[in-house]
Protein backbone atom coordinates (compact mmCIF):
# COMPACT_ATOMS: atom_id res chain seq x y z
CA UNK A 1 0.00 0.00 0.00
CA UNK A 2 0.97 3.54 -0.84
CA UNK A 3 1.89 5.52 2.35
CA UNK A 4 4.27 7.39 4.15
CA UNK A 5 6.19 5.93 7.24
CA UNK A 6 7.92 7.36 10.22
CA UNK A 7 10.29 5.60 12.83
CA UNK A 8 10.39 4.90 15.17
CA UNK A 9 7.14 5.91 17.22
CA UNK A 10 9.29 6.67 20.71
CA UNK A 11 12.07 8.46 20.78
CA UNK A 12 14.41 9.05 23.60
CA UNK A 13 17.49 11.10 23.67
CA UNK A 14 20.19 12.43 26.08
CA UNK A 15 20.85 15.87 26.37
CA UNK A 16 23.76 16.64 23.83
CA UNK A 17 23.26 13.88 21.68
CA UNK A 18 22.09 14.15 18.15
CA UNK A 19 19.38 12.21 16.63
CA UNK A 20 17.63 11.39 13.22
CA UNK A 21 14.23 10.52 12.69
CA UNK A 22 13.43 8.81 9.24
CA UNK A 23 10.50 9.49 6.75
CA UNK A 24 9.90 7.64 3.53
CA UNK A 25 7.48 7.72 1.34
CA UNK A 26 5.99 5.59 -1.34
CA UNK A 27 3.34 7.85 -2.89
CA UNK A 28 5.68 9.41 -5.81
CA UNK A 29 5.09 12.85 -4.21
CA UNK A 30 6.96 15.77 -5.02
CA UNK A 31 7.27 18.18 -1.52
CA UNK A 32 7.52 16.83 1.57
CA UNK A 33 7.46 18.50 5.18
CA UNK A 34 8.73 18.12 8.59
CA UNK A 35 6.61 19.74 11.42
CA UNK A 36 6.62 20.13 15.36
CA UNK A 37 3.63 19.98 17.23
CA UNK A 38 3.53 20.98 20.69
CA UNK A 39 0.21 20.63 23.21
CA UNK A 40 -1.85 23.55 22.22
CA UNK A 41 -0.05 24.69 19.37
CA UNK A 42 -0.55 24.56 15.46
CA UNK A 43 2.01 22.24 13.41
CA UNK A 44 4.81 24.63 12.92
CA UNK A 45 6.92 23.86 9.75
CA UNK A 46 10.50 22.95 10.45
CA UNK A 47 11.87 22.61 7.04
CA UNK A 48 10.34 21.69 3.23
CA UNK A 49 11.24 20.58 0.40
CA UNK A 50 9.98 20.79 -3.45
CA UNK A 51 12.52 18.70 -4.97
CA UNK A 52 15.39 16.21 -4.66
CA UNK A 53 19.09 17.88 -3.31
CA UNK A 54 16.55 21.43 -2.51
CA UNK A 55 15.04 22.02 0.90
CA UNK A 56 14.08 25.19 2.59
CA UNK A 57 13.73 26.66 6.26
CA UNK A 58 10.29 26.72 8.01
CA UNK A 59 9.67 28.99 10.45
CA UNK A 60 11.74 26.68 13.55
CA UNK A 61 14.70 25.83 11.83
CA UNK A 62 17.01 26.87 14.20
CA UNK A 63 18.64 23.34 15.79
CA UNK A 64 17.55 21.12 13.06
CA UNK A 65 19.16 20.22 9.83
CA UNK A 66 17.48 17.77 6.67
CA UNK A 67 18.60 16.33 3.72
CA UNK A 68 16.97 14.78 0.37
CA UNK A 69 19.15 12.88 -1.43
CA UNK A 70 16.15 10.63 -2.69
CA UNK A 71 12.99 11.74 -3.63
CA UNK A 72 11.56 9.31 -1.18
CA UNK A 73 12.92 9.63 2.02
CA UNK A 74 13.22 12.73 4.06
CA UNK A 75 15.56 12.65 7.54
CA UNK A 76 15.01 15.17 9.86
CA UNK A 77 18.65 15.52 12.37
CA UNK A 78 17.15 17.10 16.04
CA UNK A 79 21.22 18.45 16.75
CA UNK A 80 22.25 19.48 20.51
CA UNK A 81 21.61 22.89 19.37
CA UNK A 82 17.82 22.19 19.98
CA UNK A 83 17.18 24.03 23.54
CA UNK A 84 13.47 22.44 24.05
CA UNK A 85 13.24 19.19 21.42
CA UNK A 86 10.54 17.15 23.58
CA UNK A 87 7.81 17.01 21.39
CA UNK A 88 5.66 15.11 18.63
CA UNK A 89 7.44 15.54 15.23
CA UNK A 90 5.07 15.23 12.10
CA UNK A 91 6.47 14.45 8.42
CA UNK A 92 4.25 15.00 5.38
CA UNK A 93 4.12 14.75 2.05
CA UNK A 94 1.89 16.28 -1.04
CA UNK A 95 1.85 16.65 -4.58
CA UNK A 96 3.04 19.74 -6.48
CA UNK A 97 2.75 20.48 -9.73
CA UNK A 98 3.39 23.95 -11.10
CA UNK A 99 0.98 25.98 -8.68
CA UNK A 100 -1.14 22.53 -8.21
CA UNK A 101 -0.81 21.61 -4.58
CA UNK A 102 -2.71 18.39 -2.94
CA UNK A 103 -3.74 18.31 0.16
CA UNK A 104 -0.70 16.61 2.59
CA UNK A 105 -0.35 13.42 3.49
CA UNK A 106 1.19 12.24 6.94
CA UNK A 107 3.02 9.67 8.94
CA UNK A 108 2.34 8.56 12.10
CA UNK A 109 4.82 10.60 14.07
CA UNK A 110 7.79 10.11 16.11
CA UNK A 111 7.34 11.15 19.82
CA UNK A 112 10.84 12.60 21.07
CA UNK A 113 11.67 12.58 24.49
CA UNK A 114 14.39 14.06 26.13
CA UNK A 115 16.09 12.65 28.95
CA UNK B 1 0.56 38.85 10.46
CA UNK B 2 -0.81 35.22 9.54
CA UNK B 3 -3.33 34.14 12.52
CA UNK B 4 -6.01 31.29 12.42
CA UNK B 5 -8.26 30.96 15.43
CA UNK B 6 -10.30 28.26 16.52
CA UNK B 7 -11.96 27.20 19.82
CA UNK B 8 -9.96 25.45 22.08
CA UNK B 9 -12.30 22.47 23.31
CA UNK B 10 -15.98 21.89 22.69
CA UNK B 11 -18.08 19.68 24.05
CA UNK B 12 -21.18 18.04 22.48
CA UNK B 13 -23.67 14.78 22.76
CA UNK B 14 -23.34 11.75 20.70
CA UNK B 15 -25.68 12.13 17.76
CA UNK B 16 -26.32 15.60 18.00
CA UNK B 17 -24.78 18.13 15.69
CA UNK B 18 -21.91 20.41 15.99
CA UNK B 19 -20.20 23.59 14.36
CA UNK B 20 -16.56 24.28 14.70
CA UNK B 21 -15.74 27.61 13.59
CA UNK B 22 -12.17 29.03 12.18
CA UNK B 23 -11.34 32.61 11.37
CA UNK B 24 -8.36 33.58 9.79
CA UNK B 25 -5.72 36.00 8.67
CA UNK B 26 -3.16 34.79 6.36
CA UNK B 27 -0.84 36.82 3.44
CA UNK B 28 -2.80 35.40 0.23
CA UNK B 29 -5.35 32.34 0.14
CA UNK B 30 -5.21 29.15 -1.84
CA UNK B 31 -7.55 27.32 0.11
CA UNK B 32 -8.62 26.12 3.45
CA UNK B 33 -8.43 22.46 4.97
CA UNK B 34 -10.00 20.97 7.92
CA UNK B 35 -8.38 17.27 9.67
CA UNK B 36 -9.21 15.13 12.05
CA UNK B 37 -6.57 14.71 14.57
CA UNK B 38 -6.88 11.68 17.67
CA UNK B 39 -4.61 11.91 20.46
CA UNK B 40 -0.80 10.49 19.24
CA UNK B 41 -1.68 9.80 15.95
CA UNK B 42 -1.41 11.82 12.64
CA UNK B 43 -3.66 14.23 11.50
CA UNK B 44 -6.14 13.11 8.38
CA UNK B 45 -7.20 14.65 5.96
CA UNK B 46 -11.53 15.81 5.59
CA UNK B 47 -11.86 18.67 3.47
CA UNK B 48 -10.90 21.21 1.70
CA UNK B 49 -12.63 24.79 0.22
CA UNK B 50 -11.21 27.05 -2.24
CA UNK B 51 -14.57 28.55 -3.06
CA UNK B 52 -16.90 30.33 -0.63
CA UNK B 53 -19.87 27.90 -0.13
CA UNK B 54 -20.50 24.31 1.70
CA UNK B 55 -18.99 21.10 0.26
CA UNK B 56 -20.81 18.35 1.88
CA UNK B 57 -19.00 14.80 2.75
CA UNK B 58 -21.44 12.15 4.04
CA UNK B 59 -21.85 13.14 7.59
CA UNK B 60 -19.01 16.12 7.60
CA UNK B 61 -19.50 19.85 6.11
CA UNK B 62 -17.42 22.43 5.05
CA UNK B 63 -18.09 26.38 4.69
CA UNK B 64 -15.84 28.96 3.52
CA UNK B 65 -16.22 32.53 3.36
CA UNK B 66 -13.31 34.39 1.54
CA UNK B 67 -14.65 37.85 2.49
CA UNK B 68 -14.73 37.21 5.74
CA UNK B 69 -11.74 35.12 6.29
CA UNK B 70 -14.39 32.22 7.96
CA UNK B 71 -14.72 28.82 7.72
CA UNK B 72 -16.75 26.19 9.77
CA UNK B 73 -16.88 22.21 10.04
CA UNK B 74 -19.87 21.07 10.71
CA UNK B 75 -20.74 17.38 11.96
CA UNK B 76 -23.98 15.48 12.22
CA UNK B 77 -24.57 12.81 13.71
CA UNK B 78 -22.22 12.43 16.29
CA UNK B 79 -20.74 9.35 17.19
CA UNK B 80 -18.05 8.45 19.98
CA UNK B 81 -15.10 8.00 17.61
CA UNK B 82 -15.45 11.40 16.45
CA UNK B 83 -14.03 12.48 19.77
CA UNK B 84 -10.55 13.88 18.41
CA UNK B 85 -8.86 17.11 17.84
CA UNK B 86 -9.88 19.66 14.08
CA UNK B 87 -7.51 21.40 12.39
CA UNK B 88 -8.11 23.96 10.29
CA UNK B 89 -5.21 25.37 7.76
CA UNK B 90 -5.17 27.57 4.99
CA UNK B 91 -2.70 27.68 2.60
CA UNK B 92 -1.21 31.13 1.98
CA UNK B 93 0.63 32.56 -1.32
CA UNK B 94 3.59 30.76 -0.98
CA UNK B 95 1.47 27.73 -0.73
CA UNK B 96 2.50 27.25 2.61
CA UNK B 97 0.10 25.24 5.34
CA UNK B 98 -0.35 27.61 8.13
CA UNK B 99 -1.92 25.71 10.89
CA UNK B 100 -4.56 26.86 13.91
CA UNK B 101 -4.03 25.23 17.36
CA UNK B 102 -6.89 23.04 16.74
CA UNK B 103 -10.20 22.10 18.46
CA UNK B 104 -10.57 19.66 20.46
CA UNK B 105 -13.72 18.08 20.30
CA UNK B 106 -15.20 16.18 23.26
CA UNK B 107 -18.31 13.46 22.48
CA UNK B 108 -20.69 12.25 25.56
CA UNK B 109 -22.84 9.92 25.73
Known amino acids: DGGITQSPKYLFRKEGQNVTLSCEQN?????MYWYRQDPGQGLRLIYY???????QKGDIAEGYSVSREKKESFPLTVTSAQKNPTAFYLC??????????????FGQGTRLTVV | GQNIDQPTEMTATEGAIVQINCTYQ??????LFWYQQHAGEAPTFLSY??LDGLEEKGRFSSFLSRSKGYSYLLLKELQMKDSASYLC??????????WGAGTKLIIKP
Open chain 2, 49 to 50: NV
Open chain 2, 26 to 31: TSGFNG
Open chain 1, 49 to 55: SQIVNDF
Open chain 1, 92 to 105: ASSIVRDTFYTEAF
Open chain 1, 27 to 31: LNHDA
Open chain 2, 89 to 98: ATRDSNYQLI
